[in-house]
């Protein structure tokens, strides 16, 4: 149940940042903060903040590339030589996940650490 807890906790976290317009780690900040509160393993505290990353950061990016008619996607993917923007996208999910990702799983490794025990 916690694990359900931390995913949307993360997204909401995210969609926060996204619309106050903070800077790009402060969804590892959130997630490592939730998953030092919730009671989650390590890797749940992992995957379940890089699954709720992952979807904001690519909703977010894939609206703007559907909003800019793929412009603004295109000419950034011939500057870091991708094929199309929308790999681009996927590039951002990735890396939003993985942020927030490893925040969660520092939040519960320090939990874990903290307080003893497995879990």
Do not use: N, Q
């Amino acid at each position: 149940m916690y694990r359900l807890f931390l995913l949307l906790s993360v997204m909401l976290v995210c969609v926060a940042s996204l619309l106050v317009g903070a800077a790009w780690y402060m969804p590892a900040v959130g997630a490592l903060i939730l998953a030092f509160l919730f009671p989650v393993w390590r890797r749940g505290g992992f995957w379940f903040a890089f699954l709720a990353a992952a979807m904001v950061w690519g909703a977010y990016a894939g609206y703007l590339h559907v909003i800019t008619e793929g412009r603004l996607g295109d000419r950034l993917a011939v500057t870091f030589g991708v094929p199309t923007g929308w790999v681009l996208v996927g590039v951002t999910a990735l890396w939003g996940g993985l942020t927030a990702g490893l925040g969660g799983l520092l939040g519960a490794s320090v939990r874990v650490a903290w307080r003893g025990g497995k879990k």
